[in-house]
């Protein structure tokens, strides 16, 4: 062979099929006991409920597994550190300091089962860029909805990483640049919040003039958005201006319930990060522990509430913020169970509510024929205990393993 020849190799996606395996599909419906997946990179092609060997390259018994969507954490923040006080750490934190912090996090999430997240709020628009590195192969990582920079009054809850904005035209002006640099969404702070200091989370703070300007820049674009929303004058604020979610809604009433049912809003209870917060208060800064004292009983009632009167709800670790670490969307589950889901209703929370609340239901969320092959692998039976998602095989993110 002259030393100029090439030598071609045939590159082909392997083809995986999964038999005599539980499938959870997403939806609210009891699972195919002893089915069989079959998918590669182009996605999944074919769902049984029976047990078919010998269909793939890779073939995989899944006696004792159950196969799920991946996961869907629908309120994370890349690049805050987890640390007691972030925002103090933001202040001073570098763009690279943030990137790499970014990166660490994508690959827990993934690790953790989460092949989605939605982030809503990081300094300096780095999750834009961390979000096109992981399109473009450069780094692993999960796939990311991103909001780039919050937007905040003056001195509004997470003004160190926000878009401080003021008035209409200022409101309107912050979104359009959201939008031009390429979020996919616009995260608007409704409401004050526990972590910034001198904030009262229960105040309103975006006024619903303000609101219904960034939602209406937002349609215009065809993008979402998220409000975060303590107390209950800013939660229907946001409800009245149009937001696609609530985040956090620690203050619900009947009333506040009936209009996100009536206008179909979302609800991202987070009900995971106060928890984290009361159980490491010896090293919480004091500020955070005194409004968390006072709001966290009620957050678990308005979830309730919301559950009751049929809120759509999807799921959101809030990831980021005090000692909530990447990839503890299970702990956030097991609260929602323990608050009134069943674990059917969870996982589908987890799944197919998410991914419609990102408008992406029809790629992602569920496992069925032309889907994207977002899978996850587990022990045991989920529907029997929702913590045995934490005991995971494997991860498939687009028909490619991951661990």
Not at 4 to 30: F, H, L, P, W
Not at 189 to 207: D, I, R
Request: net charge neutral; proline share 4%.
């Amino acid at each position: 062979m002259d030393k100029n020849d090439r030598i071609e190799i045939e590159v082909r996606e392997m083809k995986y099929c999964i038999y005599n395996v539980r499938i959870i599909s997403g939806k609210k419906e009891q699972p195919y006991e002893q089915g069989t997946v079959l998918f590669d990179e182009s996605g999944i092609i074919d769902v049984t409920e029976t047990s078919i060997t010998d269909k793939g390259d890779i073939n995989i018994d899944g006696s004792g597994l159950s196969i799920l969507p991946g996961l869907i954490d629908a309120h994370v923040h890349l690049g805050m550190d987890c640390s007691p006080d972030p925002f103090k750490k933001i202040a001073t934190d570098r763009e690279a300091d943030t990137a790499f912090i970014a990166y660490d996090q994508g690959k827990k999430f993934l690790k953790a089962g989460i092949t989605t997240i939605r982030n809503l709020g990081t300094k300096n628009n780095v999750d834009i860029a961390y979000r096109d590195a992981v399109k473009n192969g450069t780094v692993l990582g999960p796939r990311v909805y991103v909001a780039g920079q919050p937007i905040a009054m003056t001195g509004g809850h997470g003004y160190p990483m926000a878009i401080e904005a003021d008035g209409v035209d200022e409101i309107r002006k912050a979104s359009r640049k959201q939008i031009k640099i390429g979020a996919d969404l616009l995260k608007l702070m409704a409401t004050g919040g526990v972590l910034t200091k001198g904030n009262n989370p229960g105040a309103p703070q975006l006024s619903i003039d303000e609101l219904k300007a960034a939602c209406k820049e937002a349609s215009h674009a065809s993008k979402t958005t998220a409000a975060h929303a303590i107390g209950l004058e800013g939660v229907k604020n946001a409800i009245k201006a149009g937001v696609t979610t609530i985040e956090h809604g620690y203050y619900l009433d009947d009333e506040a319930v009936e209009m996100m049912v009536k206008n179909g809003t979302y609800l991202v209870p987070t009900l995971l990060a106060p928890t984290l917060i009361l159980k490491h208060s010896e090293v919480i800064p004091k500020h955070m522990i005194k409004k968390i004292e006072i709001i966290e009983q009620e957050h678990r009632q308005s979830f309730r509430r919301a559950l009751k009167k049929g809120v759509k709800v999807a799921v959101g670790t809030d990831a980021g913020t005090p000692f909530n670490y990447p990839g503890l969307i299970v702990d956030e589950m097991e609260l929602m169970v323990t608050e009134g889901m069943s674990p059917l209703e969870v996982i589908h929370a987890a799944t197919y509510v998410g991914a419609e609340c990102l408008r992406i239901e029809k790629k992602v969320g569920t496992i069925e024929k032309g889907k994207w092959a977002d899978l996850i692998l587990v022990e045991g039976n989920p529907l029997e205990d929702v913590s045995t998602l934490k005991k995971i095989r494997q991860v498939f993110k687009e028909g490619k393993p991951c661990l």
